[in-house]
């Protein structure tokens, strides 16, 4: 059973970085796309970045392009999450997720299968 946890997160002065890690146990990742998705008390979950079960292809939200990177590390079944340039509006739960997947070209943000339990990252000065 594929279970999902994330690490990573805390307090970061704005302009820093923070790098999350979503480690991935009982299930190879190799057929799953991951997506990291955020959400604070009273807002809407707001899809972030998604990566193929391939690693060859990636989604962000145009509030992160450009200043978060998402990748895959088959070997550690990992998906991490660079973030650089980090806003106060940044501050939030992140999440990621897994979705079976193992032929997609592309990914999104629905349908989305196990979740974990995510990792607070706030950014204040």
């Known amino acids: 059973q594929l279970q999902l946890v994330e690490s990573g997160g805390g307090l970061v002065r704005p302009g820093g970085s923070l790098r999350l890690s979503c480690a991935a146990s009982g299930v190879t990742l190799d057929d799953y796309a991951i997506a990291w998705f955020r959400q604070a008390p009273g807002k809407e979950r707001e899809g972030v970045s998604c990566?193929?079960?391939?690693?060859?292809?990636?989604n962000y939200a145009d509030s992160v392009k450009g200043r978060f990177t998402i990748s895959k590390d088959k070997a550690k079944n990992t998906v991490y999450l660079q973030m650089n340039n980090l806003k106060p509006e940044d501050t939030d739960v992140y999440y990621c997720?897994?979705?079976?997947?193992?032929?997609?070209?592309?990914?999104?943000?629905?349908?989305?299968?196990?979740w974990g339990r995510g990792t607070l990252v706030t950014v204040s000065s």
């Open positions: 997720a897994a979705q079976k997947a193992p032929y997609g070209i592309g990914c999104g943000y629905s349908y989305y299968e196990v």
């Open positions: 990566i193929t079960s391939s690693g060859f292809n990636t």
